[in-house]
C-alpha cells in the first residue's frame, strides 16, 4: 500500500509499505476512505515535539472495515466506521468513568507520543486495535469528507468549550464574554461549538494573528480580534474592566495559554486543548490571587463522540469550508509543506 511516512523534521515522504495485518484478537484492518492533516501534524513535522522517524502520519481517519479480530463481534466486514484519534479498551478506569483518551491500554495513532503511538491513517489501510470498543460507525447524516472532522477536530473543540459552557443557566448567558485563542480547525469548531452552546447569547471573541482565519471567525459570529491589535484591553473594554468568563485556548503555546491567563477575569475558567511542548510558568501566588479555574488535556473522543456527534449534526453545513481542499495522498509532501504556512484551513487526502 500507499503511505505518508514521517522520515524528520519538515520531511514526509509516500512510500510502499506493508498492508497491515491482524496482530491481535481484537484488532480491526481498514480500507481508508477518507484522511486529512490536522494542527497536531505540525508539533512532530516542525520538530517541536520530538518523534521517532518511521511512523506512518495522520489521527484523523474514515474507513471500511476489510478484516476483524475474532473477539470483534458488533462490527462487520464492510462497515464504514470513524476512527477516534485514540484508542479505547472500554473497560479500564479511565475509560469507564468517560475519560477513554486517558485509557490504560490505549495508543495514539500516528501522532506526537512515540512511545504511545502506532502507524496513522495517511495510508490506503491501517491497523486499529481494540477495535470494538474504538470504532463508531459511521452516521449516515454526515457526508463523507466531514466525517473526518469527527476523528478529532470536532470533538476536540465541543471538548473545549462546553466543559464551561454546557450547563450555563439560561439567564445567564447574555452576560457571558468568551474568548478562543487560535482560530484554526480546533478553534473554528470551538468557536462554532461556543456559539450554540450559548444560544448565540454570549458575547464571544477570537484571537488571531491570520487575517483569513480571522474572517471565518467572524463570519460564524465572532468578534475578531488581530494578536498583533491588543487584545487584553479591547476585551477588557468590553466587559467593565474584569476580562473574559471564559477562554478556550487551543492554540498549544505557553505565550497563548499566558495571554489566556491575563485575559480571564477573577474566579473565570480556562479550558486548554492545545498541545504543549514547552515549560509554563505561573506563579503560584498569581493563580491563588485571582482564583482561575484551568483545565487542560487531551479530548477523550470516543468517550464524547455520541454528545459532540448531535451538536455537530447541527453545525455541520457551517462547517463544510473547513474540508474544502483536497489532495491526492501522493502529494502529500507538498501538502504538509502548504499546511505549515497556516494559509488553509485544512487538507483532506484523496485515497
Do not use: W
Request: hydrophobic share 40%.
Amino acid at each position: 500500500m500507499r503511505a505518508v511516512v514521517f522520515n524528520g523534521p519538515f520531511e514526509v515522504e509516500v512510500v510502499d509499505k506493508p498492508v497491515p495485518k491482524i496482530l491481535e484478537t481484537t484488532d480491526a484492518i481498514l480500507k481508508v476512505s477518507a484522511t486529512a492533516l490536522c494542527g497536531s501534524d505540525l508539533h512532530y513535522y516542525r520538530g517541536h515535539q520530538k518523534s521517532t522517524p518511521g511512523f506512518i502520519c495522520g489521527h484523523e481517519t474514515v474507513g471500511h472495515i476489510t478484516a476483524l479480530g475474532s473477539s470483534v463481534t458488533n462490527f462487520c466486514i464492510g462497515d464504514h466506521v470513524v476512527i477516534p484519534f485514540s484508542t479505547a479498551c472500554g473497560s479500564c478506569f479511565f475509560c469507564s468513568r468517560g475519560q477513554s483518551s486517558r485509557c490504560s491500554n490505549g495508543v495514539l495513532f500516528g501522532c506526537i507520543t512515540p512511545s504511545a503511538t502506532i502507524d496513522g491513517g495517511q495510508a490506503e489501510y491501517i491497523r486499529v486495535p481494540h477495535a470494538a470498543s474504538s470504532l463508531v460507525k459511521a452516521p449516515s447524516s454526515i457526508p463523507e469528507d466531514m466525517l473526518v472532522l469527527m476523528a478529532d477536530v470536532f470533538p476536540t473543540g465541543y471538548f473545549a468549550a462546553s466543559r464551561f459552557l454546557k450547563d450555563v443557566p439560561e439567564a445567564q448567558k447574555e452576560d457571558i464574554t468568551a474568548v478562543v485563542l487560535g482560530c484554526g480547525p480546533v478553534g473554528i469548531c470551538a468557536i462554532a461549538s461556543a456559539i450554540h452552546l450559548t444560544g448565540g447569547k454570549a458575547q464571544i471573541f477570537a484571537v488571531d494573528s491570520i487575517p483569513e482565519r480571522l474572517n471565518a471567525a467572524e463570519k460564524l459570529g465572532t468578534i475578531p480580534i488581530a494578536l498583533s491589535d491588543d487584545p487584553i484591553a479591547k476585551i477588557k473594554a468590553t466587559s467593565s474592566g474584569r476580562g473574559a468568563d471564559v477562554v478556550m485556548e487551543v492554540v498549544g503555546h505557553a505565550d497563548a495559554l499566558e495571554l489566556a491567563f491575563e485575559l480571564i477575569r477573577p474566579f473565570g475558567k480556562i479550558s486548554s486543548v492545545g498541545v504543549h511542548n514547552e515549560q509554563i510558568s505561573f506563579s503560584g501566588f498569581a493563580l491563588y490571587s485571582k482564583n482561575v479555574t484551568m483545565v487542560f488535556g487531551r479530548c477523550p473522543v470516543r468517550s464524547l463522540f455520541d454528545e459532540a456527534l448531535a451538536v455537530y449534526e447541527v453545525l455541520e453545513e457551517k462547517l463544510r469550508f473547513l474540508c474544502e481542499l483536497k489532495m491526492p495522498l501522493e502529494q502529500a509532501p507538498e501538502a504538509y509543506r502548504l499546511f505549515e504556512k497556516q494559509k488553509l484551513h485544512k487538507i483532506l487526502f484523496s485515497v
